[in-house]
Protein backbone atom coordinates (compact mmCIF):
# COMPACT_ATOMS: atom_id res chain seq x y z
CA UNK A 1 0.00 0.00 0.00
CA UNK A 2 1.51 3.81 -1.02
CA UNK A 3 0.45 6.26 1.04
CA UNK A 4 -0.13 10.31 0.57
CA UNK A 5 -2.26 13.14 1.94
CA UNK A 6 -4.30 13.90 -0.88
CA UNK A 7 -5.59 11.13 -3.21
CA UNK A 8 -6.88 13.56 -6.11
CA UNK A 9 -8.87 11.94 -9.02
CA UNK A 10 -8.78 13.66 -12.26
CA UNK A 11 -6.13 15.80 -14.10
CA UNK A 12 -8.50 18.70 -15.13
CA UNK A 13 -8.02 22.36 -14.23
CA UNK A 14 -9.70 21.62 -10.40
CA UNK A 15 -7.27 18.81 -9.86
CA UNK A 16 -4.23 20.37 -11.37
CA UNK A 17 -4.46 23.40 -9.15
CA UNK A 18 -5.57 21.35 -5.89
CA UNK A 19 -2.09 19.43 -6.75
CA UNK A 20 -0.30 22.55 -7.20
CA UNK A 21 -1.35 25.04 -4.07
CA UNK A 22 -1.35 21.94 -1.54
CA UNK A 23 2.27 21.22 -2.91
CA UNK A 24 3.07 25.18 -2.50
CA UNK A 25 1.62 24.42 1.47
CA UNK A 26 3.76 21.54 1.60
CA UNK A 27 1.15 18.86 1.49
CA UNK A 28 1.52 15.70 -0.25
CA UNK A 29 -0.70 14.60 -3.22
CA UNK A 30 -1.13 12.42 -5.96
CA UNK A 31 -3.26 13.09 -9.08
CA UNK A 32 -4.63 10.09 -11.14
CA UNK A 33 -6.07 10.78 -14.79
CA UNK A 34 -8.20 8.41 -16.82
CA UNK A 35 -6.95 10.40 -19.94
CA UNK A 36 -3.43 10.69 -21.54
CA UNK A 37 -1.45 13.55 -21.21
CA UNK A 38 -1.78 14.67 -25.05
CA UNK A 39 -5.58 14.25 -24.81
CA UNK A 40 -6.29 16.14 -21.45
CA UNK A 41 -3.60 19.08 -22.59
CA UNK A 42 -5.55 19.05 -26.18
CA UNK A 43 -9.83 19.49 -25.57
CA UNK A 44 -10.85 22.40 -26.44
CA UNK A 45 -13.13 24.69 -23.67
CA UNK A 46 -13.47 28.08 -22.83
CA UNK A 47 -10.76 30.58 -22.60
CA UNK A 48 -12.22 33.35 -20.45
CA UNK A 49 -11.12 33.76 -16.92
CA UNK A 50 -12.39 35.99 -14.01
CA UNK A 51 -9.46 38.82 -12.34
CA UNK A 52 -9.57 36.48 -9.09
CA UNK A 53 -8.27 33.60 -11.17
CA UNK A 54 -5.63 35.13 -13.14
CA UNK A 55 -4.47 36.88 -9.51
CA UNK A 56 -4.34 33.29 -8.15
CA UNK A 57 -2.01 31.84 -11.07
CA UNK A 58 -0.17 34.54 -10.96
CA UNK A 59 0.59 34.63 -6.76
CA UNK A 60 1.46 30.69 -7.22
CA UNK A 61 4.40 31.13 -9.76
CA UNK A 62 2.05 29.88 -12.42
CA UNK A 63 0.77 33.14 -14.49
CA UNK A 64 4.24 33.96 -16.57
CA UNK A 65 3.22 31.93 -19.90
CA UNK A 66 -0.60 33.95 -19.16
CA UNK A 67 0.82 37.25 -18.69
CA UNK A 68 2.96 36.66 -22.34
CA UNK A 69 0.59 35.22 -24.11
CA UNK A 70 -3.09 35.87 -23.14
CA UNK A 71 -5.23 38.89 -24.06
CA UNK A 72 -6.70 41.33 -21.89
CA UNK A 73 -9.56 42.98 -22.63
CA UNK A 74 -11.67 46.29 -20.99
CA UNK A 75 -14.98 44.74 -21.67
CA UNK A 76 -17.24 42.73 -24.15
CA UNK A 77 -19.58 43.93 -26.82
CA UNK A 78 -23.46 43.42 -26.76
CA UNK A 79 -25.19 43.08 -30.18
CA UNK A 80 -28.65 42.71 -30.87
CA UNK A 81 -31.08 44.61 -32.62
CA UNK A 82 -28.69 45.08 -35.40
CA UNK A 83 -26.50 47.41 -33.10
CA UNK A 84 -23.44 46.48 -30.84
CA UNK A 85 -22.86 48.50 -27.16
CA UNK A 86 -19.64 48.01 -25.16
CA UNK A 87 -19.64 47.12 -21.86
CA UNK A 88 -16.68 48.48 -20.14
CA UNK A 89 -15.68 46.03 -17.20
CA UNK A 90 -12.38 47.50 -16.60
CA UNK A 91 -14.00 50.81 -16.15
CA UNK A 92 -17.40 49.65 -14.25
CA UNK A 93 -15.36 47.21 -11.91
CA UNK A 94 -12.34 49.85 -10.71
CA UNK A 95 -9.91 47.72 -12.57
CA UNK A 96 -10.93 44.48 -13.22
CA UNK A 97 -10.34 42.28 -16.53
CA UNK A 98 -11.31 39.83 -18.86
CA UNK A 99 -8.77 37.70 -19.59
CA UNK A 100 -8.95 35.97 -22.75
CA UNK A 101 -6.34 32.40 -22.04
CA UNK A 102 -7.66 29.28 -22.94
CA UNK A 103 -8.51 26.13 -20.48
CA UNK A 104 -5.86 23.55 -21.97
CA UNK A 105 -3.06 26.28 -21.74
CA UNK A 106 -3.58 26.70 -17.75
CA UNK A 107 -3.84 23.01 -17.92
CA UNK A 108 -0.44 22.70 -20.06
CA UNK A 109 1.11 25.58 -17.19
CA UNK A 110 -0.09 23.44 -14.16
CA UNK A 111 1.13 19.64 -15.81
CA UNK A 112 4.81 21.35 -16.20
CA UNK A 113 4.18 23.19 -12.75
CA UNK A 114 3.45 19.94 -11.75
CA UNK A 115 6.72 18.26 -13.36
CA UNK A 116 8.89 20.75 -12.16
CA UNK A 117 7.99 20.38 -8.22
CA UNK A 118 8.82 16.43 -9.40
CA UNK A 119 5.23 15.00 -8.11
CA UNK A 120 3.46 12.42 -9.96
CA UNK A 121 0.10 12.58 -12.13
CA UNK A 122 -0.45 8.97 -13.35
CA UNK A 123 -2.21 9.71 -15.99
CA UNK A 124 -3.74 6.62 -18.30
CA UNK A 125 -4.75 5.00 -14.66
CA UNK A 126 -7.84 2.97 -15.36
CA UNK A 127 -10.52 1.12 -12.50
CA UNK A 128 -9.82 3.92 -10.31
CA UNK A 129 -11.89 3.08 -7.30
CA UNK A 130 -12.50 4.92 -4.20
CA UNK A 131 -12.76 3.27 -0.98
CA UNK A 132 -14.02 3.56 2.67
CA UNK A 133 -15.31 7.15 1.28
CA UNK A 134 -17.57 7.81 4.21
CA UNK A 135 -14.70 6.77 6.86
CA UNK A 136 -12.07 9.06 8.23
CA UNK A 137 -9.52 6.13 6.37
CA UNK A 138 -10.40 6.44 2.49
CA UNK A 139 -8.20 4.73 -0.31
CA UNK A 140 -7.97 4.72 -3.79
CA UNK A 141 -7.11 1.50 -6.24
CA UNK A 142 -5.99 1.92 -9.95
CA UNK A 143 -4.35 0.20 -12.55
CA UNK A 144 -1.34 2.05 -13.98
CA UNK A 145 1.08 1.42 -16.40
CA UNK A 146 -0.10 -2.31 -16.09
CA UNK A 147 0.32 -2.43 -12.51
CA UNK A 148 -2.18 -2.57 -9.63
CA UNK A 149 -1.94 0.31 -6.97
CA UNK A 150 -3.44 1.01 -3.66
CA UNK A 151 -2.95 4.26 -2.20
CA UNK A 152 -4.10 5.33 1.51
CA UNK A 153 -4.98 8.51 1.76
CA UNK A 154 -6.27 11.30 4.31
CA UNK A 155 -8.32 12.98 2.07
CA UNK A 156 -9.44 11.94 -1.37
CA UNK A 157 -10.39 14.86 -4.15
CA UNK A 158 -13.02 14.10 -6.47
CA UNK A 159 -11.76 16.51 -9.56
CA UNK A 160 -13.20 14.10 -12.30
CA UNK A 161 -16.03 16.13 -13.83
CA UNK A 162 -19.15 15.53 -14.71
CA UNK A 163 -18.76 12.19 -15.34
CA UNK A 164 -16.08 11.11 -12.97
CA UNK A 165 -16.35 7.90 -10.42
CA UNK A 166 -15.94 10.11 -7.12
CA UNK A 167 -19.31 11.55 -6.97
CA UNK A 168 -20.96 7.96 -7.79
CA UNK A 169 -19.01 6.21 -5.19
CA UNK A 170 -21.16 8.33 -2.60
CA UNK A 171 -24.16 6.33 -0.63
CA UNK A 172 -27.38 6.37 -2.68
CA UNK A 173 -29.53 9.51 -1.19
CA UNK A 174 -26.18 10.99 0.12
CA UNK A 175 -26.42 14.31 -2.24
CA UNK A 176 -28.86 16.32 -3.32
CA UNK A 177 -29.28 16.86 -7.09
CA UNK A 178 -30.49 20.34 -8.43
CA UNK A 179 -30.91 20.98 -12.02
CA UNK A 180 -31.80 22.51 -15.07
CA UNK A 181 -31.40 21.61 -18.94
CA UNK A 182 -31.79 24.04 -21.66
CA UNK A 183 -33.75 23.10 -24.95
CA UNK A 184 -31.07 24.39 -26.79
CA UNK A 185 -26.91 23.46 -27.38
CA UNK A 186 -24.12 25.24 -28.65
CA UNK A 187 -21.98 25.02 -31.77
CA UNK A 188 -18.72 25.68 -31.49
CA UNK A 189 -15.67 25.73 -33.95
CA UNK A 190 -11.90 26.90 -34.04
CA UNK A 191 -11.30 28.97 -37.33
CA UNK A 192 -8.07 29.87 -38.81
CA UNK A 193 -7.99 33.77 -39.25
CA UNK A 194 -7.49 36.88 -37.97
CA UNK A 195 -9.50 38.25 -34.87
CA UNK A 196 -12.87 39.72 -36.11
CA UNK A 197 -12.77 42.29 -33.29
CA UNK A 198 -10.51 43.56 -30.69
CA UNK A 199 -13.10 42.09 -27.80
CA UNK A 200 -15.32 39.24 -27.20
CA UNK A 201 -19.09 39.70 -29.41
CA UNK A 202 -22.37 38.03 -27.31
CA UNK A 203 -25.26 38.44 -30.17
CA UNK A 204 -28.96 37.42 -29.80
CA UNK A 205 -30.67 36.99 -33.08
CA UNK A 206 -34.07 36.26 -33.86
CA UNK A 207 -32.19 32.69 -35.50
CA UNK A 208 -30.85 32.41 -32.05
CA UNK A 209 -27.41 33.61 -29.84
CA UNK A 210 -24.02 33.45 -31.61
CA UNK A 211 -20.53 34.41 -29.84
CA UNK A 212 -17.28 35.66 -31.24
CA UNK A 213 -14.50 34.89 -28.89
CA UNK A 214 -10.97 34.52 -29.80
CA UNK A 215 -7.75 32.39 -29.03
CA UNK A 216 -4.58 33.64 -30.80
CA UNK A 217 -3.77 36.35 -33.69
CA UNK A 218 -4.26 33.65 -35.98
CA UNK A 219 -7.17 31.10 -34.38
CA UNK A 220 -10.37 31.87 -33.53
CA UNK A 221 -12.95 30.00 -31.41
CA UNK A 222 -17.00 30.78 -32.80
CA UNK A 223 -20.36 29.54 -31.39
CA UNK A 224 -23.77 29.53 -32.62
CA UNK A 225 -27.14 28.60 -30.50
CA UNK A 226 -28.11 25.34 -32.18
CA UNK A 227 -30.40 22.04 -31.76
CA UNK A 228 -29.13 19.46 -29.30
CA UNK A 229 -29.52 16.66 -32.01
CA UNK A 230 -27.87 18.60 -34.63
CA UNK A 231 -24.42 16.34 -35.92
CA UNK A 232 -21.58 18.45 -36.46
CA UNK A 233 -20.97 17.41 -39.94
CA UNK A 234 -24.15 18.43 -41.28
CA UNK A 235 -22.76 21.94 -41.37
CA UNK A 236 -20.35 23.05 -44.03
CA UNK A 237 -18.39 26.04 -43.88
CA UNK A 238 -20.05 27.95 -46.73
CA UNK A 239 -23.48 26.74 -44.18
CA UNK A 240 -22.06 28.14 -40.86
CA UNK A 241 -20.93 31.33 -42.45
CA UNK A 242 -24.04 32.67 -43.72
CA UNK A 243 -25.80 31.14 -40.56
CA UNK A 244 -22.95 33.33 -38.44
CA UNK A 245 -23.18 36.79 -40.79
CA UNK A 246 -27.19 36.54 -40.33
CA UNK A 247 -26.86 36.65 -36.44
CA UNK A 248 -24.05 38.79 -36.03
CA UNK A 249 -25.45 41.17 -39.03
CA UNK A 250 -25.32 44.86 -38.17
CA UNK A 251 -26.91 47.80 -39.57
CA UNK A 252 -23.04 49.23 -40.75
CA UNK A 253 -22.48 45.94 -42.84
CA UNK A 254 -19.92 44.89 -40.28
CA UNK A 255 -19.12 40.91 -41.20
CA UNK A 256 -16.99 38.07 -39.16
CA UNK A 257 -13.28 37.54 -40.84
CA UNK A 258 -13.94 34.10 -42.00
CA UNK A 259 -10.95 31.56 -42.69
CA UNK A 260 -10.53 27.62 -42.30
CA UNK A 261 -12.99 25.67 -39.62
CA UNK A 262 -10.80 23.08 -38.11
CA UNK A 263 -12.94 21.58 -34.97
CA UNK A 264 -16.81 21.30 -35.06
CA UNK A 265 -18.09 20.39 -31.85
CA UNK A 266 -22.10 20.33 -30.29
CA UNK A 267 -22.10 21.27 -26.65
CA UNK A 268 -24.99 20.68 -24.42
CA UNK A 269 -25.92 23.28 -21.89
CA UNK A 270 -27.26 22.57 -18.64
CA UNK A 271 -27.38 23.73 -14.73
CA UNK A 272 -26.39 21.13 -12.17
CA UNK A 273 -25.32 21.45 -8.19
CA UNK A 274 -24.84 18.40 -6.20
CA UNK A 275 -25.34 19.45 -2.46
CA UNK A 276 -23.63 18.98 -0.51
CA UNK A 277 -19.91 18.94 -1.91
CA UNK A 278 -18.77 16.49 0.39
CA UNK A 279 -18.94 13.36 2.50
CA UNK A 280 -16.49 11.97 5.06
CA UNK A 281 -12.48 12.55 3.87
CA UNK A 282 -14.28 12.92 0.36
CA UNK A 283 -14.51 16.25 -1.04
CA UNK A 284 -15.95 17.15 -4.87
CA UNK A 285 -14.76 20.24 -6.67
CA UNK A 286 -15.13 21.78 -10.11
CA UNK A 287 -17.50 19.73 -12.72
CA UNK A 288 -17.48 17.20 -10.50
CA UNK A 289 -19.97 19.02 -8.42
CA UNK A 290 -21.75 21.65 -10.47
CA UNK A 291 -21.97 22.51 -13.95
CA UNK A 292 -22.78 25.54 -15.73
CA UNK A 293 -23.73 26.77 -19.52
CA UNK A 294 -21.22 27.87 -20.86
CA UNK A 295 -22.52 31.45 -21.53
CA UNK A 296 -20.89 33.29 -18.40
CA UNK A 297 -17.79 30.98 -18.92
CA UNK A 298 -17.59 30.38 -15.41
CA UNK A 299 -16.46 26.29 -15.86
CA UNK A 300 -12.88 27.02 -14.80
CA UNK A 301 -13.53 29.86 -12.52
CA UNK A 302 -15.67 27.97 -9.99
CA UNK A 303 -13.11 24.84 -9.90
CA UNK A 304 -10.28 27.68 -9.44
CA UNK A 305 -12.49 29.10 -6.61
CA UNK A 306 -13.43 25.31 -5.08
CA UNK A 307 -9.79 24.25 -4.75
CA UNK A 308 -8.30 27.64 -3.16
CA UNK A 309 -11.16 26.81 0.00
CA UNK A 310 -10.18 23.65 -0.37
CA UNK A 311 -6.33 23.77 0.01
CA UNK A 312 -7.08 26.12 2.72
CA UNK A 313 -8.66 24.11 4.84
CA UNK A 314 -6.77 20.92 4.19
CA UNK A 315 -3.99 23.44 5.05
CA UNK A 316 -5.53 24.82 8.49
CA UNK A 317 -5.96 21.10 9.10
CA UNK A 318 -2.24 20.14 8.93
CA UNK A 319 -1.03 23.43 10.42
CA UNK A 320 -3.22 22.56 13.69
CA UNK A 321 -5.70 19.85 13.58
CA UNK A 322 -8.42 22.18 13.47
CA UNK A 323 -11.21 20.89 10.60
CA UNK A 324 -13.41 24.00 10.89
CA UNK A 325 -12.05 25.05 7.11
CA UNK A 326 -13.04 21.39 6.00
CA UNK A 327 -16.34 21.09 7.90
CA UNK A 328 -17.52 24.59 6.13
CA UNK A 329 -16.42 23.70 2.98
CA UNK A 330 -19.44 22.44 0.93
CA UNK A 331 -21.79 25.64 2.46
CA UNK A 332 -18.66 28.18 1.85
CA UNK A 333 -18.29 27.06 -2.11
CA UNK A 334 -21.82 26.92 -2.55
CA UNK A 335 -22.68 29.97 -1.77
CA UNK A 336 -20.37 31.31 -4.74
CA UNK A 337 -21.34 28.76 -6.88
CA UNK A 338 -25.02 29.14 -6.72
CA UNK A 339 -23.92 33.03 -7.44
CA UNK A 340 -22.26 31.80 -10.65
CA UNK A 341 -25.42 29.98 -11.22
CA UNK A 342 -27.54 32.66 -11.44
CA UNK A 343 -25.52 34.72 -13.33
CA UNK A 344 -25.03 32.36 -16.41
CA UNK A 345 -28.47 31.03 -15.99
CA UNK A 346 -29.62 34.95 -16.41
CA UNK A 347 -27.50 35.61 -19.58
CA UNK A 348 -28.36 32.08 -21.13
CA UNK A 349 -32.07 32.96 -21.00
CA UNK A 350 -31.14 36.57 -21.93
CA UNK A 351 -29.55 35.99 -25.01
CA UNK A 352 -30.91 32.95 -26.32
CA UNK A 353 -33.89 31.96 -28.52
CA UNK A 354 -36.33 28.97 -27.26
CA UNK A 355 -38.86 27.46 -29.53
CA UNK A 356 -41.61 27.92 -26.96
CA UNK A 357 -41.00 31.92 -26.39
CA UNK A 358 -43.80 33.94 -27.77
CA UNK A 359 -43.93 37.76 -29.09
CA UNK A 360 -43.80 38.82 -25.56
CA UNK A 361 -40.61 37.03 -24.32
CA UNK A 362 -38.41 38.35 -27.36
CA UNK A 363 -39.78 42.05 -26.37
CA UNK A 364 -39.00 41.67 -22.96
CA UNK A 365 -35.31 39.87 -24.32
CA UNK A 366 -35.19 43.12 -26.21
CA UNK A 367 -36.45 45.53 -23.26
CA UNK A 368 -33.89 43.99 -20.74
CA UNK A 369 -31.13 44.35 -23.51
CA UNK A 370 -31.48 47.96 -23.51
CA UNK A 371 -32.45 48.56 -20.24
CA UNK A 372 -28.99 46.73 -19.68
CA UNK A 373 -26.81 49.17 -21.81
CA UNK A 374 -28.12 52.03 -20.75
CA UNK A 375 -28.48 51.70 -16.97
CA UNK A 376 -25.12 52.12 -15.23
CA UNK A 377 -26.49 50.31 -12.65
CA UNK A 378 -27.22 47.04 -14.74
CA UNK A 379 -24.67 46.92 -16.58
CA UNK A 380 -22.03 47.61 -13.36
CA UNK A 381 -23.81 44.35 -12.46
CA UNK A 382 -23.20 42.74 -15.82
CA UNK A 383 -19.89 43.62 -15.14
CA UNK A 384 -19.01 42.27 -11.99
CA UNK A 385 -20.48 39.35 -12.34
CA UNK A 386 -18.89 38.79 -15.35
CA UNK A 387 -15.30 39.59 -14.17
CA UNK A 388 -15.70 37.61 -10.99
CA UNK A 389 -17.14 37.76 -8.02
CA UNK A 390 -14.99 38.02 -4.99
CA UNK A 391 -13.02 34.59 -4.44
CA UNK A 392 -13.33 33.92 -0.65
CA UNK A 393 -11.56 36.13 1.42
N1 LIG B 1 -10.49 8.46 -13.09
C1 LIG B 1 -9.53 9.39 -13.31
N2 LIG B 1 -9.77 10.56 -13.96
C2 LIG B 1 -11.00 10.76 -14.41
C3 LIG B 1 -12.05 9.85 -14.22
C4 LIG B 1 -11.74 8.64 -13.53
N3 LIG B 1 -12.66 7.72 -13.33
N4 LIG B 1 -13.17 10.33 -14.78
C5 LIG B 1 -12.85 11.52 -15.31
N5 LIG B 1 -11.54 11.80 -15.10
C6 LIG B 1 -10.79 12.98 -15.53
C7 LIG B 1 -11.17 13.47 -16.90
O1 LIG B 1 -10.51 12.74 -17.91
C8 LIG B 1 -10.74 14.92 -16.86
O2 LIG B 1 -9.42 15.11 -17.30
O3 LIG B 1 -11.10 14.06 -14.69
C9 LIG B 1 -10.82 15.29 -15.37
C10 LIG B 1 -11.94 16.28 -15.09
O4 LIG B 1 -11.62 17.50 -15.70
P1 LIG B 1 -12.72 18.55 -16.22
O5 LIG B 1 -13.84 17.83 -16.84
O6 LIG B 1 -12.00 19.55 -17.00
O7 LIG B 1 -13.31 19.18 -14.86
P2 LIG B 1 -12.71 20.23 -13.84
O8 LIG B 1 -11.27 20.01 -13.56
O9 LIG B 1 -13.68 20.29 -12.73
O10 LIG B 1 -12.73 21.61 -14.60
C11 LIG B 1 -13.87 22.37 -14.78
O11 LIG B 1 -13.45 22.18 -17.09
O12 LIG B 1 -15.07 20.76 -17.96
C12 LIG B 1 -14.57 22.05 -17.95
O13 LIG B 1 -16.31 23.51 -18.45
C13 LIG B 1 -15.61 22.91 -17.42
O14 LIG B 1 -14.30 24.79 -17.51
C14 LIG B 1 -14.81 23.84 -16.63
C15 LIG B 1 -13.71 23.10 -16.06
C1 LIG C 1 -14.56 30.66 -25.42
O1 LIG C 1 -13.69 31.42 -25.85
O2 LIG C 1 -14.50 29.44 -25.61
C2 LIG C 1 -15.70 31.25 -24.66
C3 LIG C 1 -15.74 32.60 -24.43
C4 LIG C 1 -16.80 33.16 -23.72
C5 LIG C 1 -17.81 32.34 -23.28
C6 LIG C 1 -17.77 30.98 -23.50
C7 LIG C 1 -16.71 30.42 -24.20
O3 LIG C 1 -18.85 32.91 -22.62
Given at each position: ???????I?G?G??????A???H??G????V????SR????????A???????V???????V??R??????????V?L??A??T??????A??G??????????EV??????A???A???I??E???VAIH?????R?S?SFT??????????????G?D?????????L?E??LTRH???????????????A??A?E????R?DR?F????????T??????QC????????????????????????S?????????I??????????L????????N?????????????T?AKGL??A?A????????M??F??D?????L????S????????????????T?????S?????F????????L???V??R???T?F???????????
Amino acid sequence: MERTQVGIVGAGPAGLLLAHLLHRAGIDSLVLESRSRAEVEGTVRAGVLEQGTVDLLRETGVGSRLDREAFFHRGVYLRFAGRTHHIDMQALTGGKRVTLYAQQEVVKDLVDARARAGREIAFEASNVAIHDVASGRPSLSFTHAGRERRLACDFVAGCDGTHGVSRHSLPEGALTRHERTYPFAWFGFLVEAAPSADELIYARHDRGFALVSMRTRTLQRMYFQCDPSEEPDAWSEERIWAEMRARLETSDGWKPVEGRITQKVVVPMRSLVFEPMQLGNLFLAGDAAHVVPPTGAKGLNLAAADVRVLARAMQRFYADGDRGGLDAYSSKCLERVWKAQRFSYWLTTLLHRSESDTSFDRNRQLAELDYLVHSRAAMTSFAENYVGLPFDE
